[in-house]
């Protein structure tokens, strides 16, 4: 797919203000109506506790996503230092974390379990677990309620690869090569039709930063986006 | 009872427009897609259609275009609910566009309010 592309040497253009505006409009949007419907006094109180719920978790999502972007103008090796990570430990404090988004989408997000041999990866923790959240997020948004949604950890010759499966919508072959195309030269990447692909964006640039690459696999039921790291040689005990 | 097809693929979206539509004592089913959406209006007619326009598949637009080549689908009326501000909406009225709200702007008693007329052809 896109192996042997370097993207240290891709042309870079960075998404515009206008798509990081438009990311950032949706949540705040959407906060502002829930604040809007919390002033109504005829709310029972589960529907004023759910709301309330609702509300903290798209403010997350803003947050989470004002700090990507401030990461992402200022990625330099000193704040993000590389050390041998276990994927698999990142995965699993990951699904408790996504369980209650993954809920309001109505999904089951199935992660990697604990083993005996455990992979490590060559990356820096904080990264490598906005990379996945980055791909979660983008199955979770463009998968139909219900459909799974699977995290693997492989071993892929000498790296390490971290990928999420989601049963969306069938990319065209046009979309394809247009979402490899702007992969490759890490614009701005639109995951589907009306995705700013402003995450996929942001997991690229982390993966560039520990000299990692990110891909996708075009299935006839959906997509896999993975991210492929160096495999550490520290023994897995250490982790 | 009235009913009204919600197009919204946000969960959050939908259940807050289903309240603003409980409000007007209209009954509602959520479709996440254009897909889903003609799949439901094959075996339902809706009296109001509240269409979101940034979709995960696929546009609003689509949807349109969709409902408009079709004598009875073409009928229901439908209230676009976006965060795009520069809609228009005149181009939109020949496709059966009763009033676009505004997700940035809209107050729930609006948008209440506005769906309600629609589904109640007032």
Redesign the interface.
Known sequence: MLRGMSLSQADELPPSLSVAAHEL??PI??M???A??LQ?GDLSAN?RQRYHH?LQ??ADQALQLTTDLAQVANLQPSLFPLEPVNPIAICQSLAYETSAIAR???RNVSWPKARRNTILAVANPHLLRRIVANFVDNSL??T??GVPIEVKITQEGDGVRVAVRDY??RLSLKEYRRLTDELVRLKTIRT????SGLGIYIAARFAEAMRGEIGLVRHRDGVTFYVDLLMSRQTSWLS | MKRALIVE?????A??IS?YCRKEKIKTQVA??PQ?AMDHLSGHLPDVIVLDM??????GMALLNELRSHDDLSQIPVIIFT?IDTLDFDNLAAYGVKAVLN??Q???EEASRVIGEAAYGK
């Not at chain 1, 589907?192 to 995705?195: L, T």
């Open positions: 409009k949706s949007t959407l502002r109506q829930l809007l419907v109504d529907e609702q978790i798209v309001l989408y109505g948004k463009y139909e309620e969306g919508p589907r039709p009306e995705s | 693929d946000n969960p959050i979206w259940e807050l309240a996440n897609s889903a940034l979709l995960a598949a696929e546009t965060s997700k940035a809209v107050q729930p």
